[in-house]
Structures are given as structure tokens and as C-alpha cells.
């Protein structure tokens, strides 16, 4: 291999290959130019259904389509060269059946270029996540709290804070490990049971609200920057780039009106030499 040979991509086996090893770091993407920033440092970028309430405003994620997945995730992969691109599979798109599940995950890979797909549920899941990882399709799973089930849940709360609620729950991490997705999000649980559910299964845990007893960690990356107008209780702001935008946007308007912007040096000059 030459000095000059570019490393290959993440896939999902070699994700699945770091348990153990070294935590796996993640976050989310939706477009082009903050693929390109975070691709260097990521292990996994997942282009996550989040898109819905984060870039379109919705208020939860269910009106998220096909057609948004699609071009949001092939935004993020003609962004990265590094890292594994996953795509959220959207609301609707999977749940029904097996057959169905197959059929979006397949056009989601094919019309993205994506290394795999993510879908929320575990134990009733677990025939479709055995059925697309069998036909080539690499799966990541997303159990405790699944914002795509925020109706039958009840809301957004943390699950199994208390042990008696914990069985279904690392029942659900078995089963998508017993069906072969390579990792698994685990949103909004408590540190005990992410340790339990972690020490239980094969596949690589993504913790999110889940403590750093996770095999990995991910955020939303507008929560980490500061961009998104709340911030949820477990997320840490690297940057409060909100702020410096408005700043930015006040300046401009403040130099429209003055007419110090454009300056001299934002002009184009008259090709003739003259003024
Ligand atoms: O949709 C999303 O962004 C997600 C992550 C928060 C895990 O599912």
C-alpha cells in the first residue's frame, strides 16, 4: 500500500469489531458540509430521522419520509470517505412487515450509497432485523427510549429506572443481537441497565442518555453545537454556535444599514481599468 493510499471506509463489520476494544464515537449528519467537518473524527455518522424536527422543524419524527432519508443521506455520503454512513429508516417505512422493511432498506442503500440502515424496537423487531441482515442488509438497532413509539410510550422520558421495568428492555437488546445487528443504540436509560444490556450482548452499544457504560457513544450534532434551540438534559454543548450566528446575522444588518458593507474590497473592479 502506497503513502498516498487513501484508508478505506468504516463498515458495519469492522464497527462491530471494536467491542472490547476502544469506545466508538458517533454522531449525527444530515448535510454535505458538516459530513465533510465531522467525517475525520467519526467512527460512524448516522443520518438519523432527528432530521425532521432538527432541520424541518416537525415536532416529533413521524412525518419524516422516504424521499427526506434519501436525499439527506446522500447529502452525508457524497460528504464522508471515512466513516460508516448509517440512514435512519423512517416512521412507517419498515414496521409493517419483513417484506416490506426490505424493500425501503434496499432503495435506502441504493439510492444513498449508505453502509446500512437503523430501526427503533427490539423483541418485535427482531424477525425483520434477522430477514435484512440475512439478505446483505447491515442493521442497527435502537431500543429503551424510541422516539418513533413517543405514542404508546407515554412521551420522551428515560426508561427503566427502576429495576422491575428493566427485563423487556435487555430483552429487546438480546433479541437484536440474537438477529444479527451489528450495533445497537441505546437511547435513555439508566447506568445500570446500559451496563447490563452492554455486558449481555455481542453487537456494539451506541449509548445516547445511557451513560458511558455504552460501547459508544452518539449525539445529535446540532445538540453538541449549540444550533438547535433546546438541549436535551444529557447532552453536552462542545460550542454554542446559535449564538454566533445571531451575532453574525446582527452585524450584517448593522453594516447593511450603515452601508459599510460590501466595503471597497468586495467589489468587482471595471475590467478597463476604470473606477
Ligand atoms: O434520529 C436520530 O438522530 C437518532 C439518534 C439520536 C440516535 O436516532
Redesign the pocket.
Known amino acids: 500500500m502506497s503513502a498516498h493510499t487513501k484508508a478505506k471506509r468504516m463498515t458495519a463489520p469492522k464497527i462491530r469489531a471494536l467491542k472490547g476494544e476502544r469506545p466508538v464515537v458517533c454522531l ?1 449528519a444530515y448535510t454535505t458540509p458538516i459530513a465533510q467537518i465531522l467525517d475525520p473524527h467519526m467512527d460512524l455518522i ?1 443520518v ?4 425532521g424536527m ?1 432541520l424541518h422543524g416537525m415536532k416529533n ?1 413521524l412525518g419524516v419520509t422516504m424521499e427526506m432519508m434519501i436525499m439527506h443521506g446522500a447529502s452525508v455520503v457524497r460528504g464522508s470517505k471515512h466513516a460508516c454512513v448509517i440512514v ?1 429508516m423512517p416512521f412507517a417505512s419498515y414496521q409493517e412487515s419483513p417484506e416490506l422493511a426490505y424493500r425501503n432498506a434496499a432503495r435506502l442503500m441504493q439510492e444513498t450509497g449508505c453502509a446500512g440502515i ?1 430501526l ?1 424496537g427490539g423483541v418485535e423487531m427482531a424477525e425483520t432485523i434477522r430477514f435484512l441482515t440475512e439478505r446483505g442488509i447491515p442493521v442497527m438497532g ?1 431500543i429503551g427510549l424510541t ?1 418513533q413509539s413517543f405514542n404508546s410510550l407515554g412521551g420522551y422520558s428515560a426508561r427503566g429506572r427502576k429495576q422491575e421495568q428493566w427485563a423487556p428492555i435487555i430483552a429487546d437488546g438480546i433479541a437484536v443481537d440474537g438477529a444479527g445487528a451489528f450495533s445497537t ?1 441505546v ?1 435513555g436509560v439508566a447506568q445500570p441497565l446500559a451496563e447490563e444490556i452492554t455486558g449481555k450482548v455481542g453487537t456494539v452499544t ?1 449509548g ?1 442518555g445511557a451513560s458511558p457504560a455504552c460501547d459508544g457513544q ?3 450534532t446540532e445538540d453538541l453545537l449549540g444550533l438547535y434551540e433546546s438541549v436535551p438534559p444529557f447532552a453536552k454543548q462542545y460550542a454554542h454556535i446559535r449564538t454566533d450566528v445571531e451575532e453574525a446575522a446582527k452585524c450584517y444588518a448593522a453594516e447593511v444599514h450603515a452601508r459599510t458593507f460590501p466595503g471597497p474590497e468586495h467589489c468587482y473592479k471595471m475590467s478597463d481599468g476604470e473606477k
Open positions: 449525527t448516522l438519523g430521522d432527528s432530521v432538527v419524527t435512519d437503523k427503533e435502537h422516539p443504540v437511547e451506541i445516547i452518539i449525539l445529535v
